[in-house]
């Protein structure tokens, strides 16, 4: 079901996650109802499926969703997704809610645990987020039930430092789902902020409707190359190609080892092409070889800031290697915050990489 329904996706990430970096400042009521009632539309998503995109996945804020002192979801912001689903229904594209952060979740907290696998109170704001959910949806649309299948996100790129609590509280989740939805499908992220190398860590459970995803960006010093928001790639600010040499970076690495756990997947890699993607893509393949199971990419994607030319050639042959292993993906992003095909103002980043995005959905 997995690769058939969720084939070829895209990201709709600023409207109801991260719209604190678009919307018209200062922050207030009125501001934030402009950008929720404009920065997607119905027009978008029938744009998305003009395009040959046949999912979408919708980042959505706990923080924007969840009252933790009523312990309950605002109405007002359950009407956006209940939107969304309508719209995806009467355009044909399945959807996957993702619950993209919450309290507690701190993302690449990886040297001490985060407080949300922790703290119990914590935990509780994320177990009624999702019954709740559960509750809401569950006659709405199902694998069996509906044009379109809905699915659920536990949580966003994942930080456990200890490597067992995050697979203790998915199961915990998905034991209270299934009081409520036996076959509502459900993704499970894994650890170290989703990454590929981290697959094998997950505690895989007996349900054909549990599936597990990852997320893929790497070499960073590639597809984040020149980030306004990271320090290291301000502070390099080379252009990098693909193919193309990356000893540079190691060298920059070696200089800066504050920086080689978050890049110790290439840190000592020099160049970055075709072979260097399939080798870091071979946990994933491991994956579903040999555990049985199905799998996702949530997100992949270049920044606006890289040659476009060059991201299309990385886009492409990481599509490549993920159809022919059948595991379904999502570009980052459709609009806005730096990897949009589109600006904020709805105007094309590039022809090129649209092209060539657009040429992959119909293969």
């Not at 094998?200 to 190359?225: G, S």
Request: charged share 20%; aromatic share 12%.
């Amino acid at each position: 079901m997995l690769y058939t329904k969720f084939h070829n996706g895209i990201n709709i990430g600023g409207w109801l996650s991260q719209y604190e970096f678009l919307a018209e400042q200062p922050l207030t009521e009125a501001s934030l109802e402009r950008h929720f009632t404009s920065f997607i539309t119905e027009t978008d998503i029938s744009q998305i499926a003009d395009w040959g995109f046949d999912h979408v996945r919708l980042p959505v804020s706990g923080y924007l969703l969840f009252d933790p002192k009523t312990l309950q979801i605002k109405d007002n912001v359950l009407s956006y997704i209940d939107t969304c689903v309508s719209w995806c229904k009467k355009h044909h594209l399945n959807l996957i809610l993702d619950l993209h952060d919450l309290w507690g979740n701190i993302y690449g907290a990886m040297d001490v645990p985060m407080p949300l696998l922790t703290d119990k109170e914590l935990q509780k704001n994320f177990f009624s987020i999702w019954e709740q959910l559960t509750e809401h949806f569950q006659d709405i649309a199902n694998t069996d039930a509906g044009n379109i299948v809905l699915m659920f996100e536990l949580l966003n790129e994942v930080s456990d430092a200890t490597g067992y609590l995050w697979n203790r509280m998915y199961k915990e989740a998905i034991k209270r789902i299934r009081m409520i939805d036996e076959k509502r499908p459900i993704l499970v992220g894994s650890n170290c902020q989703n990454s590929v190398a981290y697959l094998n860590q997950l505690y895989l459970i007996e349900d054909p409707f549990v599936f597990y995803n990852f997320h893929y960006y790497d070499p960073q010093v590639f597809t984040h190359q020149k980030a306004h928001f990271s320090e290291e790639m301000k502070e390099y600010n080379q252009t990098v190609t693909y193919p193309g040499d990356i000893s540079d970076f190691v060298q920059y690495l070696k200089k800066h080892p504050k920086y080689q756990i978050k890049y110790s997947l290439v840190a000592s890699e020099t160049n970055n092409d075709r072979e260097l993607m399939i080798r870091l893509l071979k946990n994933a393949i491991n994956f579903t070889q040999y555990s049985g199971r199905q799998l996702y990419c949530g997100e992949f994607g270049v920044i606006d800031s890289a040659p476009p030319a060059e991201a299309v050639k990385w886009i492409n042959d990481l599509i490549s290697i993920l159809d022919t292993n059948k595991i379904g993906h999502a570009l980052w992003n459709y609009k806005a915050l730096d990897f949009g095909l589109l600006t904020l103002n709805r105007e094309i980043v590039s022809e090129k990489l649209l092209k060539a995005v657009i040429s992959n959905n119909h293969i």
